[in-house]
């Protein structure tokens, strides 16, 4: 992983932000839809992630939160939103 943003906020808290990524499976490439990943942690141990498609298609999701997956094989993995 390559942190090439890194921010200061409020004179306290660390952010780092990846900002270059490789594809999962290099013979594959990134997936069938242009986007860019996201990925950022902090001092705190949380971590997000963005991911906007570039394509221009027109999102078939619904608008707000998602529930949450039971992610029981990662007991140290707390999924706070989505």
């Known amino acids: 992983m390559d942190f090439r ?3 200061l ?3 306290y808290w ?4 990846q900002n270059l990524r490789m594809p ?3 013979r594959k490439g ?3 839809r242009e986007s860019m990943s996201f990925f950022l942690y902090n001092q705190d141990g949380h971590q997000a992630i963005a991911r906007p498609y570039l ?3 027109v999102s078939t999701g619904s608008i707000g939160s998602s529930p949450t ?3 029981w094989g990662m007991p140290k993995y707390h999924e706070l939103d989505r």
């Open 5 to 7: 943003i890194v921010y």
């Open 9 to 11: 906020l409020k004179d």
């Open 14 to 17: 660390v952010a780092g932000v």
């Open 24 to 26: 999962v499976s290099l």
């Open 30 to 32: 990134f997936g069938p």
């Open 55 to 57: 394509d221009g298609r």
């Open 69 to 71: 997956d039971d992610h």
